[in-house]
């Protein structure tokens, strides 16, 4: 089994449990055979310490449950262990003089804006006077089903493996 502060390399596929809707891959191929693959994405598997809250929860508990290297499985995830329910208090509405001054001046529905404490979040509607941006993440209050490849797994803490990652990803053990 995989261990909790061992650092694990997937390749992982999200898709919509409800109609098995891609959303989200690690694998160049699967992104261009399911028609979301995007130019300026770099493809490759995900390297994460196992226990931290790099990713979601399901893809941790998915690898814990993997023996080892060459093991996939798949899960399904509901939206608590995935990216959270949906949440009307990360909806907010902005003068619009407020955005148009932090833009490039065009404001339109399913914009992506960014604020200077860095969230993302889209635009839902515009008016005269108003805009609505919703920070949400875009999978919030969706059950996922998520295909987990375990590509490798090494080190524990303290071990030089996972010393090497954290010099590598720029942490900072405790």
């Given at each position: 089994?995989?261990?909790?502060?061992?650092?694990?390399?997937?390749?992982?596929?999200?898709?919509?449990?409800?109609?098995?809707?891609?959303?989200?891959?690690?694998?160049?191929?699967?992104?261009?055979?399911?028609?979301?693959?995007?130019?300026?994405?770099?493809?490759?598997?995900?390297?994460?310490?196992?226990?931290?809250?790099?990713?979601?929860?399901?893809?941790?508990?998915?690898?814990?449950?993997?023996?080892?290297?060459?093991?996939?499985?798949?899960?399904?995830?509901?939206?608590?262990?995935?990216?959270?329910?949906?949440?009307?208090?990360?909806?907010?509405?902005?003068?619009?003089d407020v955005i148009e001054?932090?833009?490039?001046?065009?404001?339109?529905?399913?914009?992506?804006?960014?604020?200077?404490?860095?969230?993302?979040?889209?635009?839902?509607?515009?008016?005269?006077?108003?805009?609505?941006?919703?920070?949400?993440?875009?999978?919030?209050?969706?059950?996922?089903?998520?295909?987990?490849?375990?590509?490798?797994?090494?080190?524990?803490?303290?071990?030089?493996?996972?010393?090497?990652?954290?010099?590598?990803?720029?942490?900072?053990?405790?």
């Amino acid at each position: 089994m995989v261990e909790t502060g061992q650092i694990a390399v997937v390749h992982y596929t999200a898709r919509l449990a409800d109609d098995g809707t891609v959303m989200d891959t690690t694998d160049v191929d699967t992104a261009r055979r399911e028609g979301i693959y995007h130019a300026n994405r770099d493809y490759k598997p995900l390297e994460f310490r196992v226990g931290d809250d790099d990713v979601v929860p399901a893809l941790t508990d998915a690898v814990r449950e993997l023996e080892a290297a060459g093991d996939s499985t798949t899960v399904l995830a509901d939206p608590a262990e995935a990216f959270g329910e949906r949440s009307a208090s990360k909806v907010e509405t902005f003068p619009r003089d407020v955005i148009e001054e932090r833009t490039d001046g065009s404001i339109e529905s399913e914009t992506l804006v960014t604020t200077a404490d860095g969230q993302s979040g889209w635009i839902t509607d515009v008016t005269d006077d108003t805009v609505v941006v919703d920070f949400n993440h875009e999978l919030a209050g969706k059950r996922l089903e998520i295909d987990v490849d375990l590509l490798d797994v090494h080190g524990k803490p303290g071990e030089e493996s996972a010393r090497n990652w954290e010099k590598k990803a720029g942490r900072r053990r405790e």
